[in-house]
């Protein structure tokens, strides 16, 4: 049998692109198409900032930290008046750290009970204690005070606990140097 025969036969081996400009158009859509949508659906996957679970390391605030400098340098006058700090400055700036809570056993600022044994050993002990260090306390209470600073910061702490202190006396070349700050400072 020839093909002239059966005319369904070439109804059905027609497609749908019949022109050479419709092969052209199928060819470039079937390339351009599934680039697309695979770009969208990876746009859509990526929206948004999302970190591992557990991770902050990308966080612009990490990222600072990690860019933050080891150290500094920090320059002071060597003949620039001293000025002394209050016990209570001493103790708001380095003491009330563990004083304040009672964190490590330290005892707390006022509490009679807990600096009723320690007073009595008096202000010379206590002032031992509190420059070299005793428990978990550091020598100088973990900072960089003098040591006038440091009894100051004593007395208050035990006045507070109802200790009769007298605060130590500034000795005479601080004294003449303290004296002179304000002098100096009106003068400018």
């Known amino acids: 049998m020839s093909d002239a025969q059966h005319p369904e036969h070439e109804a059905n081996h027609e497609g749908p692109i019949r ?99 320690r007073i009595k050993t008096g202000y010379d002990a206590l002032l031992t204690s509190a420059l070299k260090g005793k428990g978990a306390m550091g020598a100088q209470g973990g900072g960089e005070i003098s040591d006038l600073e440091i009894g100051r910061a004593v007395v208050y702490l035990a006045n507070q606990a109802g200790a009769k202190f007298a605060e130590p006396a500034v000795p005479a070349a601080a004294a003449a140097s303290a004296a002179s700050a304000p002098e100096a400072a009106a003068s400018k």
């Open 19 to 117: 022109t050479p400009q419709q092969l052209i158009g199928a060819v470039v859509a079937s390339f351009v198409v599934p680039i697309v949508v695979i770009i969208m659906l990876a746009n859509f996957v990526d929206f948004g900032s999302k970190s591992g679970a557990g991770s902050d390391s990308m966080t612009a605030e990490a990222v600072a930290r990690r860019l933050q400098p080891v150290g500094s340098i920090v320059l002071k006058d060597a003949s620039a008046p001293v000025v002394l700090k209050t016990g209570e400055q001493v103790y708001t700036a380095q003491c009330a750290a563990c004083h304040a809570s009672g964190a490590a056993g330290a005892p707390k600022l006022g509490d009679a009970a807990a600096w009723g044994a």
